[in-house]
């Protein structure tokens, strides 16, 4: 049996009626959708957020996270993907969802509950260009923000804390660097991103452990320093360890 579940039922008027409630379907659906896009970057070893300036009401004029209602013929990540695009000119990226908000009154056009994804990008290979309604784009200093539109603030916070738990289990930080690396550029950027300090000597002993970096036959170029030598992350390797059990883990003691 299941009569604890609400049946559809065709009235007289030819509306789908709840039976629990005796509502119409159609006035139940009173409701957005909306996703919001938490872009990181990183340049001269500090993490940035990718804001849009608003060209459209509510908040004209103010800063807020890439983002727009879903479409009705769209998939959600489809959905998020396009938005980040017509919005800043951004595509093929990295993004993942990471978290749904949905306060009352988080909109003040009406009830919208938002999906969020963050993404990773090597912001220095990326020039976003604002279309759409939105007025301009401008990566900013995580730790220097300007007041957010709607609940971004909250929704950016959560972003970063989210990549701050992933980067120490998962990878990803990777596709912030460059595709070849130091290991003293590497070492800054999980510093940056979690916001403590590592020994150097733990930090490069724990992640050459892994056997998840190739040594490349190059050192840097055009440095004022000993040119260091190069490496590059190994996502094949890092997959076949996986399915050998193989657990990522950045925490260094």
């Not at 299941?2 to 409630?21: G, Q, R, V």
């Not at 103010?62 to 990540?77: K, M, T, Y």
């Not at 916001?195 to 970096?213: A, C, E, H, Q």
Request: net charge neutral.
């Amino acid at each position: 049996m299941i009569s604890y579940l609400a049946k559809l039922i065709m009235s007289d008027t030819n509306k789908f009626f709840i039976s629990e409630n005796n509502v119409p379907l159609q006035e139940s659906f009173q409701f957005g959708l909306s996703v919001d896009c938490v872009v990181f970057g990183y340049h001269e070893e500090r993490v940035r957020v990718l804001l849009i300036e608003r060209d459209a009401a509510p908040y004209r004029g103010s800063w807020a996270l890439p983002g727009d209602l879903v479409s009705l013929e769209e998939d959600l990540r489809i959905s998020a993907s396009s938005i980040l695009t017509k919005l800043t000119g951004l595509k093929d990226i990295f993004m993942e969802q990471f978290f749904t908000f949905g306060t009352v009154d988080r909109h003040p056009a009406g009830r919208v509950a938002t999906v969020a994804y963050y993404s990773l990008v090597k912001s220095d290979n990326y020039e976003p260009v604002a279309s759409s309604w939105a007025k301009s784009t401008k990566w900013f200093d995580i730790d220097d923000l300007p007041d957010l539109a709607f609940d971004h603030e909250i929704i950016l916070t959560k972003g970063l804390r989210t990549l701050q738990r992933r980067v120490r289990y998962r990878p990803v930080g990777f596709e912030l660097l460059p595709n070849k690396f130091t290991l003293l550029e590497l070492h800054n950027l999980y510093e940056a991103l979690l916001g403590v300090k590592f020994d150097k000597p733990n930090f490069r002993k724990k992640i050459l452990s892994m056997d998840l970096l190739v040594q490349l036959d190059e050192l840097q170029a055009n440095v004022s320093h000993r040119p260091a030598k190069l490496f590059r992350f190994d996502e094949k390797r890092y997959k076949e360890l996986r399915k050998e059990g193989f657990a990522f883990d950045i925490t260094v003691k």
